[in-house]
């Protein structure tokens, strides 16, 4: 946590010179927020438009939906502080930590969430495994979910204190207060809606920042030369230094960051993460809610490139960036390079775009973490058979509820100088777990219904106990808390299927009639959805959308590997 000292520096040094013209843009930006769950709100007739937006939505609302919920406050700070602290292996959490685990999704996953007809990633458990797999699952998903949203809050108001001035009680109130307002009036497709809006004033603010950035430090021959110079050769590459062994930035080799981050971190973050999966339930069909992840993925490629290249500038701009001596933290290199070079007028675009990333951020873990609240806790183990109606309104309740717990936890992240670090260890505790429950469900009929509990528990807790005890006592020198991350995913993962393969023998397998349509091979009548007119175009092939975005990533690591 910043010392009261250190919040007023930042407060005075990082100021910015905001004017009616700014505020201006940051006013109507809020107004047409508010305008846009008003409108939704006439669509709100059942718990499914609240919760699922009805299963109505067209592939390209719910695709840009998918990337902008992703697309966080924390994810542009964190990505930027990042690529400060690590330089150029930034990319590995795009093109090797996002986009195969998103094909994925969309080509083998979405068929089984979309065909069996679930309101949620762990409803999927229930029907897999039993209520305990489901229970445990869901409130550990409710948890993470006030987890990541309190990452928001506090992301928003590192942000906005230093920037503009406001007590960082009043930012948390106000963007809290907006997005309880669309939420609440909406439900999901309010959100969406405003995501998709979020997702071009969140470009909008961006570009500007990466082309000043450039010029100010002589374009990408003079970043590099400079970077070079302070960091060395391996700060803009890829993969140099991640020989077993070698030393790097990253505190990581090139087998912990292909399987730590590119396989457990990113499948069990984009497969199972309700936040992003709920985007594609609610898209009209199953060819849209397959492409859901598909579209999403080519924006994906690039916005590496938006996130990463102002944390580069920073560490370039100021020698040390980050250390104690710069008087600079890593989160601190998005609003440093505002501050520095944006005049009026593009200054309130990208304070909008910041609070919209926040808003997008918030709104999606709230909207998901309502929607497991209501559906998997509520309404199936505390008050069951009551009307649609009631649980509408207990979903706007709980929703408020949410936020109000979410700002608690905001301050869990401050003891990170690097929030995507923590939002990392979250994800390694959280998801990886449950995904490799899914994995092992979906490709082994044999697991049993008691399997998923003992699987999920003993990923969870064997994650934790890499993080906390092994690494953090010291047992084992891992280098950086990202490196960490790597390794407790990995032990998570093989912890939960270890326990999974040992239990399953011992125990009951569900009857092959109630597995079909939810392990690989098998098919229900949801699964086989003939694709609505037009959405048998070639250019519109899952497929084709899939694999196309795996080699474009893949050529995109071509510049940053030599």
């Not at 996130?307 to 933290?329: C, E, H, N, R, T």
Request: net charge neutral; glycine share 10%; hydrophobic share 55%.
């Amino acid at each position: 946590m910043q010392t009261t000292a250190k919040g007023a520096y930042l407060a005075a040094e990082l100021r910015l010179p905001t004017n009616w013209l700014d505020y201006t843009i940051l006013g109507i930006y809020f107004v047409v927020v508010l305008g846009i769950g008003f409108a939704a709100r006439r669509s709100v007739k059942t718990s499914l438009d609240f919760f699922l937006s009805g299963r109505s939505l067209p592939a390209w609302i719910t695709g840009l939906a998918f990337i902008s919920a992703n697309l966080a406050a924390t994810e542009i700070l964190g990505m930027a502080a990042n690529s400060a602290q690590y330089g150029a292996y930034t990319v590995h959490w795009y093109w090797i930590g996002a986009i195969p685990a998103m094909v994925f999704l969309g080509l083998v996953m979405m068929p089984f969430y979309y065909g069996s007809k679930v309101r949620s990633v762990p409803e999927m458990l229930l029907l897999r495994f039993d209520k305990w797999a489901h229970l445990l699952s869901s409130a550990l998903f409710a948890f993470a979910a006030i987890l990541i949203a309190g990452v928001n809050l506090y992301a928003l108001a590192i942000v906005v204190e230093a920037l503009l001035g406001w007590p960082q009680w009043v930012a948390i109130v106000v963007a809290g207060a907006f997005v309880l307002a669309y939420i609440t009036l909406g439900g999901l497709s309010s959100a969406i809606y405003n995501e998709v809006l979020q997702f071009f004033v969140i470009l909008a603010a961006l570009i500007p920042l990466v082309v000043l950035g450039l010029k100010k430090v002589g374009g990408w021959d003079g970043l590099t030369d400079k970077l070079t110079a302070e960091h060395g050769a391996n700060f803009t590459t890829a993969w140099g230094g991640t020989g077993i062994g070698s030393a790097n930035p990253l505190g990581a080799n090139w087998l912990t960051i292909v399987l730590g981050l590119g396989f457990v971190l990113s499948f069990g973050y984009w497969t199972t993460n309700f936040a992003e999966v709920q985007r594609a339930l609610s898209a009209k069909n199953l060819s849209a809610a397959q492409r859901t992840p598909l579209i999403a993925a080519y924006p994906k490629i690039f916005i590496v490139f938006l996130v990463m290249i102002p944390g580069l500038v920073a560490a370039a701009l100021i020698p040390g960036f980050g250390s104690a001596d710069s008087g600079y933290q890593y989160n601190d290199a998005i609003p440093y390079l505002m501050e520095q070079l944006l005049p009026n007028g593009v200054l309130g675009i990208a304070v909008t775009g910041l609070l919209a990333a926040f808003m997008a951020g918030m709104a999606a873990n709230v909207s998901s973490f309502n929607t497991v609240f209501t559906n998997d806790i509520w309404a199936r183990y505390a008050v069951r058979g009551r009307e649609d109606g009631y649980y509408v309104r207990f979903g706007r309740l709980i929703t408020v509820i949410g936020v109000c717990a979410s700002v608690g936890t905001a301050f869990l992240a401050s003891s990170f100088s690097n929030i995507m670090s923590y939002l990392q260890t979250l994800f390694s505790f959280f998801n990886v777990p449950m995904f490799v429950v899914f994995i092992v469900g979906m490709f082994w009929k044999r697991a049993s219904a008691k399997s998923g509990f003992w699987g999920l528990l003993a990923g969870t807790v064997a994650a934790m106990v890499n993080y906390f005890w092994i690494y953090k006592q010291g047992i084992i020198d891992i280098p950086t808390d990202q490196g960490a991350n790597f390794v407790s995913a990995i032990v998570g993962f093989v912890a939960g299927a270890v326990v999974m393969f040992a239990v399953s023998p011992f125990t009951a397998p569900k009857p092959a009639e109630e597995l079909q349509g939810l392990v690989y091979g098998t098919t229900s009548p949801g699964m086989t959805e003939a694709p609505a007119a037009g959405d048998d175009a070639w250019y519109r092939r899952p497929a084709l959308l899939g694999w196309g975005a795996v080699v474009l990533a893949a050529a995109c690591y071509i510049p940053f590997s030599f």
